[in-house]
């Protein structure tokens, strides 16, 4: 059997094991925390992610390391790297980790992105509203200061403490999001982007693929994600949260790994981006991306619903994480497939009024 190994044991490495079940492949996490939801599908080491022997660990028994979250110490994926193929390579994850680093490499390739500046160079702000936001570390939102035009960028820098960097705020129609895998033989396979709703800070509904997205848009949103697979010599999938504006789309971030805006592929995709990273990684010809229809997505963020009144709805599937609740937290989200549009936002609109939306 192939055995690969994740660093983490999320929900997104459980769906990542589960996914290899069916091919015969194995995966081992490394995750710090007790009881992770990738526990009923994996092997796990519970141990922290630059724990010498769990390293070794994974090292000498992996054909194959990956990571199911870009906030692993960059050390310890290069560590692994001299001695196992780490997929997508430790620079690819370590640019991804770092929102400055990421929008001079989204930039290098040609990519455009929302007006920055490093916090250590002199800056007052930008005339749209300032977004100050950890360097590192940060996600669902969290380790953000939004400020007014004229706000004081060095003083909200000052009281998030570590390395941030100030972004002008965008103002997008939407938000849209890409996801591609590219394999071992250089093959990219890009799934229809995808319409994005954020609640609080966190991503609520993904609609796939996004409704009236003209080709020029749909082109541009591929090249983005393939210069990105190409600028790395990349292997994996990528996600890449994109900004939909009047002149064209502008790269949010980058996530070196499979993404929430995709789990609405298990069911409503040809190949899944949990079957396809997984295919790209053990070099294994990748998967048709191909939608099935129309699906929504809806994340379970904070409680659960009534289960029950959920899988009522036709044509939804329900995916629980195993996690206890807590607010903000993802426990769980539920994808509804559907023939068309219509059909997809009536199924979208019967969920909406049974999953309770935070913030
Ligand atoms: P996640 O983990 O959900 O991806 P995050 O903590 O990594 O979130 P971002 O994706 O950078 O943070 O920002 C979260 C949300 O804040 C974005 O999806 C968008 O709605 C809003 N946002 C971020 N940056 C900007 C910007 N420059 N202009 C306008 N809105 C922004
Ligand atoms: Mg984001």
């Known amino acids: 059997v192939t055995v690969v190994g994740i660093l983490g044991g999320g929900q997104l490495g459980r769906m990542l094991a589960l996914a290899g079940v069916p091919l015969g492949i194995h995966c081992i996490c490394v995750e710090p925390a007790a009881d992770p939801p990738a526990a009923v599908a994996a092997e ?58 990421e929008k001079r490499a989204l930039n290098a390739a040609g990519v455009d992105t929302a007006p ?38 060095t003083a909200a820098a000052r009281q998030l403490g570590v390395p941030s960097i100030a972004e002008g705020v965008v103002a997008f129609g939407r938000e849209l999001s890409v996801l591609a895998a590219r394999g071992l033989d250089g093959t990219i396979a890009c799934w229809p982007v995808v319409e994005n709703e954020h609640a609080a800070g966190i991503l609520a509904v993904t609609r796939a693929p996004a409704a009236g997205l003209d080709a020029v848009k749909r082109r541009q949103a591929e090249a983005i994600a393939r210069a990105w697979l190409q600028r790395f010599d990349y292997a994996g999938v990528v996600a890449v949260e994109l900004f939909d504006t009047p002149a064209g789309l502008l790269a949010n971030e980058v996530a070196p790994r499979v993404h929430n805006s995709g789990h609405w592929t298990i069911e409503g995709a040809v190949t899944s981006q949990f079957e396809q990273h997984l295919r790209a990684i053990t070099d294994l010809p990748l998967g048709d991306p191909s939608a099935i229809g129309c699906s929504a997505m809806v994340n379970l963020i904070g409680t659960l619903p009534d289960v029950d009144a959920v899988l009522a709805v036709p044509g939804a599937h329900l995916h629980l994480y195993g996690k206890a609740p807590r607010p903000g937290r993802k426990l769980g989200h539920v994808t509804v497939v559907a023939p068309d549009e219509h059909g997809r936002d009536d199924a979208l609109a019967r969920l909406r009024t049974l999953v309770p939306t935070p913030g």
């Open 44 to 101: 796990v080491l519970h141990a922290p992610f630059d724990d010498r022997d769990a390293l070794a660990a994974l090292a000498r028994r992996c054909d194959v390391v990956t990571v199911e979250l870009e906030h692993v110490p960059a050390h310890a994926l290069a560590w692994l790297a001299e001695r196992v193929p780490v997929r997508p390579s430790p620079e690819a994850v370590s640019t991804a980790q770092d929102r400055l680093l």
């Open 116 to 153: 920055y500046a490093a916090i250590d160079e002199p800056t007052s702000g930008f005339d749209e509203g300032t977004i100050v936001k950890v360097r590192t570390g940060g996600y669902d939102g969290r380790g953000q200061v939004r400020l007014p035009p004229g706000g004081d960028v």
